[in-house]
């Protein structure tokens, strides 16, 4: 699994993947299913998961006047 910390990161993947974007704040139950969900869909279709999160957080980043 690769991890996207920025987003000009992404221009390196060149391969088939299966990407989730969001704001992962700790690893609900919500959360652990849908990695275990992408995770299974790669081991089907091959390719790659990617993980990307926000950073900092929209709360952190909106809230600046």
Same mark, same amino acid.
């Given at each position: ?8 990161? +992404? ?7 299966? +990407? ?14 849908? +990695?275990?969900? =992408? ?8 390719? =790659? ?17």
């Amino acid at each position: 699994m690769k991890l996207i910390r920025k987003i000009k990161s +992404l221009k390196i993947i060149d391969e088939d993947c299966f +990407l989730t974007i969001g704001n992962f704040d700790g690893m609900h139950h919500v959360h652990q299913a849908l +990695l275990l969900n =992408i995770c299974n869909r790669k081991k089907m279709y091959g390719g =790659i998961t990617i993980v990307m999160f926000f950073e900092p957080h929209p709360i952190e980043f909106l809230g600046k006047k």
